[in-house]
T-cell receptor, first 110, second 112 residues
Framework: KQEVTQIPAALSVPEGENLVLNCSFT??????LQWFRQDPGKGLTSLLL?????REQTSGRLNASLDKSSGRSTLYIAASQPGDSATYLC?????????FGDGTTLTVKP | KAGVTQTPRYLIKTRGQQVTLSCSPI?????VSWYQQTPGQGLQFLFE???????NKGNFPGRFSGRQFSNSRSEMNVSTLELGDSALYLC???????????FGPGTRLTVT
C-alpha cells in the first residue's frame, strides 16, 4: 500500500526566502507525481506534474524534482511571497489511483 | 477553456438521507476521479471513471457509488448518510487518467 509523507507539516518564513518542501513515498513504482496548492476551503490548483521518467520540472519560481529510487520529491520555491501562503500537497499516481500526502502549510510573512 | 465544475457547492443533509453530487470535467477530458477530504483523514481516493466505466476504486463502503455519462460528466451518490460523511468532496478530471489532474472547487457536505 502506497504511503505518502510530507515534511514539515507547517512552515513559516519571512518574505523573500527560498524554501524546500519535501514529499516521500514508499512504493517507487509510480506513474507520475503531482504538486498542488490548496487555499483554505478551496479546491486544489495544479502546480507541477513530473512523469516517472523525468527528474525535474520548472514553472516560474517553482522547481520540483523527483528521485524515484529513493522515493522522494522536493518542491523548491524561490523568493517566496505572501501570496504563496497555502497548503502544498503532493500526490503520487500508481496502480491507477492517486495517494496524497497530508500537506505542508506554508505561511510567508510580509 | 472552462475548468472543472461541481454542483452543488454546499449541501446540508440529515443522517439516513442520500445525496447526489455532480461533476463536469474540462471539455475533452474523459477521466473523472472523486476524492473525500476531511481534517482527520486528509484526501482519500474514492473512485475513477473513464469512458463510462469505473476503472479504479478506493477503500470506501458500498454506500458510496458513482457513474459517468457519455459526455464524461460524473455523479457521485452517497446513501444512508452518516455524520462521518461530512467532508469536502472533490472531483478531478484528466485527459485519460495518468495525466495531469485538474480539480474542481468541491462540494462541502454537512451531515447533521
Amino acid at each position: 500500500k502506497q504511503e505518502v509523507t510530507q515534511i514539515p507539516a507547517a512552515l513559516s518564513v519571512p518574505e523573500g526566502e527560498n524554501l524546500v518542501l519535501n514529499c516521500s513515498f514508499t512504493d517507487s513504482a509510480i506513474y507520475n507525481l503531482q504538486w498542488f496548492r490548496q487555499d483554505p476551503g478551496k479546491g486544489l490548483t495544479s502546480l507541477l506534474l513530473i512523469q516517472s521518467s523525468q527528474r525535474e520540472q520548472t514553472s516560474g519560481r517553482l522547481n520540483a524534482s523527483l528521485d524515484k529510487s529513493s522515493g522522494r520529491s522536493t518542491l523548491y520555491i524561490a523568493a517566496s511571497q505572501p501570496g504563496d501562503s497555502a497548503t502544498y500537497l503532493c500526490a503520487v499516481l500508481n496502480a491507477g489511483k492517486s495517494t496524497f500526502g497530508d500537506g505542508t502549510t506554508l505561511t510567508v510573512k510580509p | 477553456k472552462a475548468g472543472v465544475t461541481q454542483t452543488p457547492r454546499y449541501l446540508i443533509k440529515t443522517r439516513g438521507q442520500q445525496v447526489t453530487l455532480s461533476c463536469s470535467p474540462i471539455s475533452g477530458h474523459r477521466s473523472v476521479s472523486w476524492y473525500q477530504q476531511t481534517p482527520g483523514q486528509g484526501l482519500q481516493f474514492l473512485f475513477e471513471y473513464f469512458s463510462e466505466t469505473q476503472r479504479n476504486k478506493g477503500n470506501f463502503p458500498g454506500r458510496f457509488s458513482g457513474r459517468q455519462f457519455s459526455n464524461s460528466r460524473s455523479e457521485m451518490n452517497v446513501s444512508t448518510l452518516e455524520l462521518g460523511d461530512s467532508a469536502l468532496y472533490l472531483c478531478a478530471s484528466s485527459l485519460a487518467g495518468g495525466n495531469e489532474q485538474y480539480f474542481g472547487p468541491g462540494t462541502r457536505l454537512t451531515v447533521t
